[in-house]
């Protein structure tokens, strides 16, 4: 694992060296955002595959309430009935979070990376970089330590968090807007009809999901933060753009690293 580190701090430096010219003492952070972007165009076939495949399962929902209607009072045989018909029609649940999973890798790496005091045995040079005045190896709490709130470093966090607001509302308004369209083209349940436990709750609270990022942008390095919030704001065009012929597909509510 320590050679790996050093083999990625190694990348992160000369990256930076060509970046240098364009973004003097912030050209390691333009590294990172760089990386994050390398990163998710080597993820984006999944992305359009987990679409391709929001796209199918959509297809299915007549068949599906066929088989609620069918098994309503038997809900072990109606979980085989569906289980049966994703196989047959080769559509898996999970390909939507594939993308998510193959980047955490890269987000713990970078993690790890800033927030180690040595490499290989030498100490990390890379903590000394910044971001304006923002340390990439620092937190939240820290900037707010060294000046406060609207301190140079504080203020480094204060456009992130900006950042990362205006995308949350976007995939905020968007996902209330497809649970709505969604709600009413779903047909009305029969009164007999069991309800999902927690399925009231989920659909409450999941438009929120997107600003728990604010929370993960506080409490990590800096350079980890750059990371998530580059990844955020790719995942909010690249789901409009994919999903966007889906009224009421539920791509855009699923978190994004």
């Known amino acids: 694992m320590s050679s790996f580190l050093s083999v990625f701090a190694s990348l992160v430096e000369h990256l930076a060296d060509l970046l240098q010219p364009l973004f003097a003492a912030s050209a390691t952070a333009a590294a990172i955002i760089?990386?994050?972007?390398?990163v998710r165009l080597l993820v984006h076939p999944l992305s359009r595959a987990g679409a391709r495949g929001q796209r199918a399962r959509l297809a299915l929902q007549p068949r599906v309430a066929e088989l609620r209607k069918k098994h309503k009072k038997n809900p072990e045989m109606l979980q085989k009935a569906i289980m049966e018909l994703h196989r047959e029609e080769k559509v898996s649940p999970l390909s939507g979070c594939l993308p998510?999973?193959?980047?955490?890798?890269?987000?713990?790496?970078?993690?790890?990376v800033f927030s180690s005091g040595s490499i290989g045995g030498e100490p990390n040079a890379l903590l000394g970089h910044t971001l304006g005045a923002a340390p990439l190896s620092d937190t939240f709490k820290d900037a707010l330590a060294h000046g406060g709130l609207f301190g140079a470093q504080g203020l480094v966090y204060v456009a992130l968090f900006?950042?990362?607001?205006?995308?949350?509302?976007?995939?905020?308004?968007?996902?209330?807007?497809?649970?709505?369209?969604?709600?009413?083209?779903?047909?009305?349940p029969a009164a007999d009809q069991p309800q999902v436990p927690g399925m009231a709750a989920m659909s409450k609270?999941?438009?929120?999901?997107?600003?728990m990022t604010l929370f993960s942008v506080a409490f990590v390095p800096l350079a980890a933060a750059l990371y998530v919030v580059t990844s955020t704001?790719?995942?909010?065009?690249?789901?409009?753009?994919?999903?966007?012929?889906?009224?009421?597909?539920t791509g855009a509510a699923l978190p994004a690293l």
């Open 34 to 38: 760089l990386f994050t972007a390398f």
């Open 100 to 112: 998510m999973l193959f980047q955490m890798p890269a987000f713990f790496l970078l993690y790890h």
């Open 162 to 188: 900006a950042l990362v607001a205006a995308v949350a509302t976007f995939n905020y308004r968007r996902t209330k807007r497809q649970m709505a369209l969604s709600a009413a083209a779903a047909p009305a």
């Open 205 to 211: 609270y999941m438009p929120l999901m997107s600003f």
């Open 233 to 249: 704001t790719w995942s909010a065009v690249e789901r409009a753009v994919l999903y966007r012929d889906m009224p009421y597909g």
